[in-house]
């Protein structure tokens, strides 16, 4: 099943996918945000979660392979 998953301030919801409910929340001033397909409201709202953090995890984890690396070159290539 699908999910629109909307978001308030900082309140995140996950609806169905039904574009008439999606409109009376949008009217109450909520923003869509993404369409997830889930079993289940709670856990659209872990799969959206997920994906944020995923967005933020994978570039630090990339700087801190990266900056080792860096360093290293540049004291070698300073010597």
């Known amino acids: 099943m699908d999910f629109y998953i909307l978001k308030k301030q900082e309140k995140l919801v996950a609806i169905p996918a039904d574009e008439q409910s999606c409109k009376q929340y949008l009217d109450e001033g909520y ?37 080792p690396i860096i360093i290293f070159a540049s004291l070698q290539i300073t010597r």
Request: charged fraction near 25%; proline fraction near 3%.
């Open 31 to 67: 923003f869509y945000v993404d369409k997830i397909a889930a079993c289940n409201e709670k856990s659209a709202l872990k799969r959206q979660q997920a994906k944020q953090n995923r967005f933020f995890k994978t570039p630090t984890l990339l700087l801190l392979l990266v900056l």
